[in-house]
């Protein structure tokens, strides 16, 4: 169950998919593939959904493949049959879930108040899809949940399109979204739809530039002189920040060679796990002897580190935003 998560974590994205036909199935995969989000959610609104998954899971074995709209138990049936790896549904239904549960199916069961998350725990469930996201209260609720919810993680559903998206890929307690936006006719306007948002769901800004000086002299001196520009400096044991009086705007002088040729640059994103399964795709990683953690160390979440990636001589790493 764990691996799951983690792969849903780093897809970030969850297509919610009508199946009209059994045909529309392969070509619509393989656009979201290209896309950049090799995963979808067939939903069971359609007579073409069982025979849709067997068809996807055939022609396209490394796309993640889950049953949604999963409302009673014929069609959790016909979903395990058909060989989905994770199972959803819109609300709680206990005989649905315990069905699921007892084939050792992963269960994301739909919840819309605080009520139905107790009753998820109870049954060992901390992965939940928050339905209908939009309609239920938004990221107002989801902040809501996140108090006495500390450990719960949410698949958030239902009104969530390219412009708000990024508002619940901030939310700690998000795992994935789901959505619909990026399914059209046209195959083409899927695949370019699809590299957009996940282009746009890592939330990637500039945290600081970095400078290597030569010593603590150089560093004071390099301090001093972004203070002309209004970015006033501020001491630390290794290094000077020099931050901006408008906006987040800063600037880090290491007191000696740090990493990189010439320095380093931050960039901040929302999920370090997620941006990294997303550079890999270019043959970057992390350095994980840099890594540090927002709680205990060596457990997710990451909240910094390195990668293998170097531009213009200064090297790159990823802070927490």
């Not at 619940?168 to 948002?197: H, Q």
């Not at 040729?261 to 992390?286: D, N, P």
Request: glycine residues 12%; hydrophobic residues 45%; proline residues 4%.
């Amino acid at each position: 169950m764990s691996s799951l998560l983690e792969r849903i974590r780093d897809i970030g994205i969850i297509p919610v998919i009508k199946l009209n036909s059994v045909e529309q199935a392969v070509p619509l995969a393989k656009a979201l593939i290209a896309g950049g989000i090799p995963a979808a959610e067939v939903t069971f609104r359609t007579d073409a959904a069982a025979d849709g998954i067997k068809a996807i899971k055939a022609a396209c074995p490394e796309m993640l493949l889950g049953a949604g709209t999963v409302i009673n138990k014929e069609y959790a049936r016909k979903a395990i049959d058909a060989g989905v790896e994770f199972i959803v549904s819109p609300g709680f239904n206990p005989e649905v879930i315990d069905f699921v549960l007892d084939k050792g199916i992963p269960m994301i069961p739909g919840i819309a108040n605080p009520g139905q998350i107790e009753q998820a725990l109870c049954k060992g469930l901390d992965v939940l899809k928050f339905f209908p996201a939009e309609a239920g209260g938004g990221v107002a609720m989801l902040d809501a949940f996140a108090g006495p919810f500390p450990n719960v993680r949410f698949m958030a559903t239902g009104g969530i399109n390219a412009e708000n998206m990024g508002a619940y890929f901030k939310r700690k307690n998000i795992l994935a979204i789901g959505g619909s936006w990026m399914i059209k006719d046209d195959i083409e306007t899927v695949t370019a739809l699809s590299r957009k948002a996940v282009s746009a769901m890592h939330g990637f800004t500039l945290a600081h530039l970095g400078i290597n000086a030569a010593d603590d002299e150089d560093a004071a001196g390099i301090a001093q002189l972004f203070e002309m520009f209004g970015f006033m400096g501020k001491e630390g044991n290794a290094s000077w920040f020099n931050n901006s009086l408008t906006d987040s705007t800063s600037f880090e002088t290491m007191k000696g060679n740090g990493k990189g040729v010439h320095g380093h640059i931050g960039i901040k994103t929302w999920c370090i796990e997620r941006a990294l399964a997303y550079l890999s795709r270019f043959g970057i990683s992390a350095d994980m002897s840099t890594a540090k953690y927002t709680g205990e160390p060596g457990k997710s979440p990451l909240s910094f580190v390195y990668t293998t990636l170097s531009i213009g001589g200064f090297a790159v790493h990823l802070n927490k935003a």
